[in-house]
């Protein structure tokens, strides 16, 4: 919603307070609700007053529960894990994470599987990957690898990655910049697929953190 240079935001917005009339208006009409998860189911590993209470409600009037979330750092089955962990029972095929969507979209996109991709994120962009039939490679296992820069160094990389996917990436370093920019830059077709845009992110109860600096990065790079 944009704001009217000269009005009140709140005015003319068709928003208002929910009574209870209208809170049973609305529970009446939605047979679906989704929820985003940082900062509105947890923050960090934290649970958020008051989401238990709200979640049995809606499940004891028999509607049905997704839940979104941008963070890229898990799989739908470590995210399975994480609501278990806090005493939530959600199944895997109520989670949708932009891990997951990464790998729906070159499925979807028929995305030749003879192809690589290299992943500047966490594991759970691997996981799904691997399990959309996809052969995944960098990720965590990259985050101690260094680059020399000398002269006349050359930095190698694989001529078969036809994608590079970006995620959150607490180990991110100038190896993974390089390696994706080369290939994005030098392999015909390569796609670029970043899986989020926030600028922040809620990753502990107490902070907010960075959300999209490595895209930011490599796109200068490119």
């Known amino acids: 919603m944009e704001a009217i240079e000269g009005e009140s935001p709140s005015r003319g917005s068709g928003a208002e307070l929910l009574s ?19 900062g509105v189911i947890w923050k960090g590993d934290k649970l958020i007053d008051g989401v238990p209470q709200t979640l049995e409600k809606l499940r004891s009037k028999g509607k049905k529960l997704v ?6 750092s898990k799989s739908r089955s470590q995210y399975a894990d994480k609501f278990r962990s806090l005493g939530l029972s ?42 959309a039939g996809f052969t995944a490679v960098g990720g965590p296992e990259d985050g101690e690898k260094k680059v020399q820069l000398k002269s006349s160094g050359f930095f190698e990389h694989d001529k078969n990655v036809g994608a590079v996917v ?42 907010e953190w960075p959300g999209k600096e490595i895209k930011s990065h490599l796109q200068s790079l490119l």
């Open 166 to 207: 970006v995620g959150i990436d607490p180990n991110i370093n100038y190896y993974k910049l390089q390696y994706g920019t080369l290939c994005i830059r030098e392999n015909p077709g390569c796609l670029f697929i970043a899986t989020n845009r926030d600028s922040v992110g809620h990753m502990t109860d107490l902070q």
């Open 90 to 131: 959600v199944t895997q095929d109520e989670i949708f994470s932009s891990s997951f969507a990464a790998a729906m979209y070159l499925k979807v996109n028929q995305f030749p599987p003879h192809k690589k991709v290299y992943v500047i994120g966490g594991e759970g962009i691997l996981q799904e990957l691997q399990l």
């Open 20 to 38: 209870g009339a209208s809170v049973r208006a609305l529970l009446d009409s939605v047979d679906a609700f989704l929820f985003d998860c940082d």
């Open 67 to 72: 839940f979104v979330t941008n963070n890229s």
